[in-house]
């Protein structure tokens, strides 16, 4: 009974902490972000196995934690209000060439991010060659350029 | 040109359909543990009570991990019990609320003797970990009365 209520516990709570600290922070990880999540990983695993170092203990553990998954799946699949409270929905950063101040300020990222992105998945080389750029759900930036015109 | 992948839809449609009945054994797999089939829980306490003398104890434990036995020891018998020794041999840190103030073994028992107030029942807490996987068996006796239990260790 204890290993099923602490493992949804812990789902629980890491799911409200990483949802409201911003998506930026677990998206794309800075060498920080990276050590953060291995620290909140061995806090998490004390509270998750407590002093039951029995294989039966971590079994039911991770068996819980993935039910949950797919009864969480289950329900963003079906609602889409749980969709957008548990995964967030996708930010415009610019839109049709024009800064989206707001959005860029309010989502924790900044135009050196845009076009760090830009750079590295399009080769881009200017803001003003980025038609939209949309914080995706789950952290990554999408660049959509303005339709270059080769002359040949 | 047609799309270059590799896909089959008959395999994948008969995969998702394990993949729910996956997900059923998952449930009930956990339902199980939270109502305590795997450990502590509703389902695994139980008492055994022969006269008058009662024990409660869990039905499932886990390997290494915390256990306890209560026994309610009628009022006006003298305060002692017996454990069949071959229980103590699978069972590490033994401790015992209230403390024993003596302990001998006699009869395969290891006995215990308890400064309780004997004109009102007296509960006497077992604490230990098991020692061994699977199934565990044990006996408490006082007075002239034996209880039986088993218990059984998940690895």
Do not use: C
């Not at chain 1, 600290?21 to 800075?30: A, D, E, L, V």
């Not at chain 1, 800064?99 to 803001?127: F, H, M, P, V, W």
């Not at chain 2, 995969?15 to 996956?22: A, L, M, P």
Request: hydrophobic share 45%; proline share 4%.
């Amino acid at each position: 009974m204890e290993s099923v209520i602490r493992a949804v516990s812990v789902y629980i709570f890491l799911l409200i902490l990483i949802r409201f600290s911003g998506r930026r922070t677990m998206g794309q990880m800075t060498s920080f972000d990276f050590i953060l999540l291995l620290i909140i990983s061995e806090a998490a695993s004390t509270g998750l196995t407590g002093e039951d170092n029995s294989i039966t203990n971590s079994i039911i553990v991770i068996s819980t934690l993935i039910l949950i998954d797919i009864i969480f799946s289950i329900f963003k699949s079906k609602w889409s209000v749980f969709d957008k409270a548990i995964d967030g929905v996708p930010t415009v950063l610019i839109y049709d060439g024009k800064i989206q101040k707001e959005n860029i300020a309010r989502s924790r990222t900044d135009l050196e991010d845009i076009l760090d992105t830009a750079r590295a998945d399009k080769g881009l080389e200017k803001l003003e060659q980025i038609k939209y750029a949309i914080l995706e759900k789950n952290g990554h930036i999408s660049i959509i350029p303005y339709e270059q015109n080769v002359s040949a | 040109m047609p799309l270059e992948i590799n896909d089959d839809i008959t395999f994948q449609k008969k995969f998702w359909h394990i993949e729910r009945v996956f997900w059923g054994i998952l449930l009930l797999f956990t339902l199980a543990a939270l109502f305590g089939v795997f450990g502590k829980g509703p389902v695994s306490e139980t008492s055994h009570r022969q006269e008058n003398l009662n024990i409660t104890f869990n039905r499932f434990l886990r390997y290494g991990n915390n256990s306890k036995i209560e026994i309610i020891l009628p009022p006006g018998s003298r305060p002692v019990i017996g454990i069949a020794k071959e229980f103590i041999d699978k069972i590490d840190s033994v401790s015992f609320t209230p403390a024993p103030e003596r302990i001998y073994y006699a009869n395969n028992q290891i006995r215990y003797i308890f400064m309780v107030d004997e004109r009102q029942p007296s509960e006497i807490v077992v604490s230990f970990k098991p020692t061994a996987r699977g199934l565990l068996k044990g006996t408490i006796e006082h007075n002239g009365i034996y209880i039986n239990f088993s218990q059984f260790v998940y690895p």
